[in-house]
């Protein structure tokens, strides 16, 4: 499996913004997908995560209720829809498989291979 992100770019605070991750490989969609994110100057963060099927996500505290993790199987594409953004919201977003279950809630990087690159996400007040 192979990820590419996209949408990232420059968007004023309380604006939306939706970044794609498109993943190759035949069995993609039995993988759990997340996005993990890193502001200048600190350590990459969890931010999002779905299982495979799209039955379940997981959210961090500091997006929950503003970001949402819809998939689509058919077009091999999950996405992050972010509304609401708030400056602390900078940073590279990064999207990433799980071969395995995410119960319970995988938010570590370590549990989660291969890793797409990053794409920018900058919030301006």
């Known amino acids: 499996v192979q990820l590419q992100a996209s949408g990232g770019g420059l968007v004023q605070a309380g604006g939306s913004l939706r970044l794609s991750c498109a993943a190759s490989?035949?069995?993609?969609?039995?993988?759990?997908m997340g996005w993990f994110r890193q502001a200048p100057g600190k350590e990459r963060e969890f931010a999002a995560a779905?299982?495979?099927?799209?039955?379940?996500?997981y959210y961090a505290d500091s997006v929950k209720d503003r970001f949402t993790i819809p998939r689509d199987n058919a077009k091999n594409t999950v996405y992050l829809q972010m509304n609401s953004l708030k400056d602390e919201d900078t940073a590279v977003y990064y999207c990433?498989?799980?071969?395995?279950?995410?119960?319970?809630?995988?938010?570590?990087?370590?549990?989660?291979?291969?890793w797409g690159q990053g794409t920018q996400v900058t919030v301006s007040s």
């Open positions: 990433a498989a799980r071969r395995q279950p995410l119960m319970p809630p995988r938010i570590y990087e370590v549990d989660y291979w291969p």
């Open positions: 490989g035949r069995t993609w969609s039995r993988y759990a």
């Open positions: 779905i299982n495979w099927n799209g039955g379940s996500t």
